[in-house]
């Protein structure tokens, strides 16, 4: 069973950066696509990046498009999401996902391994 553990979040000013890294055991990442999402207090959960086993094809949400990039090192077990020119409304809990079928989806319901999170506040 795949282990997923995110680090990296924190708080930054408006404009700042952050980078999530998401750290995984217990299988062979590279069967897996990946997949980011996040959680603001009294909201659904909602998609952020995903890609493909290979690490081709990534594709973000349009909030983030620009300013989000979505990288992978299977020979490492790592995914990361380096966040850019952060904003205030970023502020949410930050999951990484593994999608068993390898392609990475923008529907959570696609995942089957999660992390804790990782929390990330933006001031203004």
């Known amino acids: 069973q795949l282990q997923l553990v995110e680090s990296g979040g924190g708080v930054v000013q408006a404009g700042g950066a952050l980078n999530l890294s998401c750290a995984v055991s217990?299988?062979?990442?590279?069967?897996?696509?990946v997949g980011w999402f996040r959680q603001a207090p009294g909201q659904e959960r909602e998609f952020v990046a995903a890609?493909?086993?290979?690490?081709?094809?990534?594709y973000y949400a349009d909030s983030v498009k620009g300013r989000f990039t979505m990288s992978r090192d299977n020979a490492k077990n790592t995914a990361s999401l380096q966040m850019n020119n952060l904003k205030p409304e970023d502020t949410a809990l930050y999951y990484c996902?593994?999608?068993?079928?390898?392609?990475?989806?923008?529907?959570?319901?696609?995942?089957?391994?999660w992390g804790p999170g990782s929390q990330v506040t933006v001031s203004s």
């Open positions: 996902a593994a999608d068993r079928h390898g392609y990475g989806s923008a529907y959570a319901s696609a995942y089957v391994y």
């Open positions: 217990g299988g062979v990442f590279s069967n897996y696509g």
């Open positions: 890609m493909d086993w290979a690490g081709n094809s990534p």
